[in-house]
């Protein structure tokens, strides 16, 4: 595997959903490497507030567009050297409104790549997800664990991934798909209605209420930091890889219970834990394996889980704060 540091240098790349968590850093990695970058953005989920460090900085053109429109998205397509596509319905959005999922993720993708293919994109990097696996058969979870997936937000990838092989085959369009095992960091939404569990953490605690835990707290999740997804990505957009895909994961195993304390020695909180049921839908167990990713692409997580935290309450708190000084 070669990588061309200089590769993305001047190059134009479109990133849909790149006014969202994990698509905005991918764009501030894009300027660093001095790209030409378009955010594709419907808005529902991203934010303008996202983009600041990446248009102060470089050369950003944001487009309010949605993947479901395909002349518009053919339109800002013309032109672009690489793809980066993370516009999705998030998990629990798809259980709640499971024909938009099937629509935003799976019409959506197939929109994309085909404007890929009539653009004449050199490359795409796609978001997956470790929800592809379902709940695991064995652990770590690596790539060839099969698909056993039962819920509408990882049926959608698992078709994503298959209709990704077929413009590969078909085209010969190169892509790469990432499979996200829990990401997390700043720009994380803790305002809507579907919100992860850091944030169902924090909330209740900024709330002075306790947190909740769902389940005994022995669920586990593997957490890796969103500049790490990032890197992740830059990484696989540089390699030679093609048709091919990778866990993103941190290859650590954390417990509910154990994130909930690291939370609660950042914050400095006495408040205890209350118990509820948890959904006997959800996948009690992430743990995934980052073998391939590492020996194929050459990537490794790197930031500390208390590391990460710090940097998440840190960000939350001071976006409060704008939040409470722009009303």
Known sequence: MSQDSKMLKGSKVLVTGGAGFIGSHIVDA??????????????????????????????????????????????????????????????????????????????????????????????????????????????PTDEVHPFNNDLFYGATKVADEQIMRAFHKKHGLKVVGLRYLNAYGPRMDFRSAYVMVIMNFLNKLDAGEAPVILGDGSATLDLVYVEDVARA???????????????????????????????????????????????????????????KASEVLGFTATTPNEAGLRRVIEWRRSEKGAHGRRQ
């Open 30 to 139: 894009l300027v660093k490497e001095g790209a030409n970058v378009v955010v594709y953005d419907n808005f529902v989920r991203g934010s303008e507030n996202n983009l600041v460090w990446a248009r102060a900085n470089g050369r950003v053109e944001v487009v309010k567009g949605d993947i479901l429109e395909c002349e518009k998205l053919a339109q800002h397509m013309a032109g672009v050297d690489y793809v980066f596509h993370e516009a999705a319905l998030w998990l629990l959005e798809c259980e709640a409104e499971p024909r938009k999922a099937i629509s935003v993720n799976i019409l959506g993708t197939f929109n994309v790549l085909e404007a890929c293919v009539n653009a004449g994109v050199k490359k795409i990097v796609a978001a997956s997800s470790s929800s592809v696996y379902g709940n695991g058969s064995y652990f």
């Open 233 to 291: 990505n830059i990484i696989a957009l540089k390699s030679e890889i093609e048709c091919d895909f990778f866990n993103i994961a941190s290859g650590k195993e954390t417990t509910l219970r154990e994130l909930l304390d690291t939370i609660l020695k950042i914050t400095g909180s006495k408040l205890a834990p209350v118990y509820e049921p948890r959904d006997a839908r959800l996948v009690v167990r992430r743990f995934g394996c980052p073998k």
